[in-house]
C-alpha cells in the first residue's frame, strides 16, 4: 500500500496533523477529556516559530476592591500585569505567539478604555518549574501555575510566585504574594469562551475579578 507523501506540515490534512502536546500533558486522561472538543483544540493548536493566534472579544465584568486597585498600580513598577482600570464593554485583544528560543509561548493582552488610551499586558508560558507550567511577567517575577479541569471549565491556579535575578531563582514569601490567582476557560458554543481572572487574597478579600468573551480572529 502506497503511503501519501506530504511535504511540509501545511499539506497534511488536518485530521493527520500532530497538535501541540505541551497542555494535554499537564493534565490526566480523564480532564482532558472532559474538556469540550472546540477547548481541546484551542489548547492543542501547533504554531510555528514567531506565529500567533488572535482573539479578539470586549470586557464584560471587572471588579476591583481598594486593595486591588492599589496592587495594580504598584505592579507598574514590573511592566504593569494587571488590569488598571475598571472599563467594561471594551474591546479586548489576546495575541498567542510561539516562542521556539525558550519553547513557550507570549502573551500579549489589550484591554480599551473609554476615553483613554489602551493597555496593553505581555506575559510568556514556559512549560517548566516544579508543576510544569509557569507564567513570567516583568521584574523577573513569575508564578509556577497547576491546571485542572471542573465542571467542563479548564483552570489555572497560581502554585507559588517567584522571583528571578542574575540568574537565582527565589521564592516570594507567602505574606508578600497578592493571594491565590484562578484563571479560567470556559466554552460558550459558537466559537466563543469566556475568559476569567480572579485574585483572592487570605486577608483582604476578592483583590480582582474580570471576565471577557473572546472568538478567534480568521486569519
Same mark, same amino acid.
Given at each position: 500500500?502506497?503511503? !501519501? #507523501?506530504?511535504? $511540509?506540515?501545511? $499539506?497534511?490534512?488536518? !485530521? ?14 480523564? $480532564?482532558? /477529556? ?12 501547533? &504554531?510555528?516559530?514567531? *506565529?500567533?493566534? #488572535? @482573539?479578539? %472579544? ?8 481598594? *486593595? %486591588?486597585?492599589? &496592587?495594580?498600580? &504598584? ?7 494587571? !488590569? ?26 489589550? @484591554? ?16 517548566? %518549574? ?17 491546571? *485542572? ?6 483552570? /489555572?491556579?497560581?502554585?507559588? @510566585? /517567584?522571583? +528571578? &535575578? ?11 504574594? !497578592? ?9 460558550? %458554543? ?7 481572572? $480572579? ?6 478579600? +476578592?483583590?480582582?475579578? +474580570? ?9
Amino acid at each position: 500500500m502506497l503511503r !501519501p #507523501v506530504f511535504r $511540509d506540515a501545511h $499539506d497534511i490534512p488536518e !485530521p493527520l496533523r500532530l497538535g501541540d502536546l505541551r497542555f494535554r500533558k499537564l493534565l490526566s486522561n480523564d $480532564d482532558w /477529556f472532559a474538556l469540550p472538543a472546540p477547548v481541546r483544540k484551542r489548547f492543542s493548536k501547533r &504554531l510555528s516559530n514567531g *506565529a500567533s493566534v #488572535v @482573539y479578539a %472579544g470586549q470586557v464584560t465584568a471587572m471588579r476591583v476592591n481598594l *486593595a %486591588g486597585r492599589v &496592587l495594580s498600580h &504598584l505592579a507598574r513598577l514590573i511592566g504593569s500585569p494587571l !488590569p488598571l482600570f475598571r472599563d467594561i464593554a471594551v474591546p479586548a485583544v489576546v495575541t498567542v505567539t510561539e516562542d521556539e528560543r525558550s519553547g513557550g509561548q507570549i502573551w500579549t493582552r489589550m @484591554y480599551a478604555r473609554h476615553g483613554g488610551l489602551p493597555q496593553v499586558i505581555h506575559s510568556a508560558k514556559r512549560f517548566a %518549574g516544579p508543576t510544569g507550567l509557569e507564567e513570567c511577567v516583568g521584574g523577573g517575577v513569575g508564578m509556577a501555575l497547576t491546571v *485542572a479541569v471542573e465542571e467542563g471549565t479548564l483552570l /489555572f491556579r497560581s502554585a507559588g @510566585y /517567584f522571583v +528571578q &535575578l542574575f540568574g537565582r531563582r527565589m521564592a516570594i514569601p507567602r505574606w508578600l504574594t !497578592p493571594g491565590a490567582l484562578t484563571v479560567s476557560h470556559t466554552e460558550l %458554543g459558537e466559537g466563543r469562551f469566556q475568559f476569567g481572572l $480572579d485574585i483572592i487574597h487570605p486577608w483582604l478579600g +476578592q483583590l480582582m475579578h +474580570q471576565t471577557a468573551v473572546f472568538r478567534e480572529v480568521k486569519p
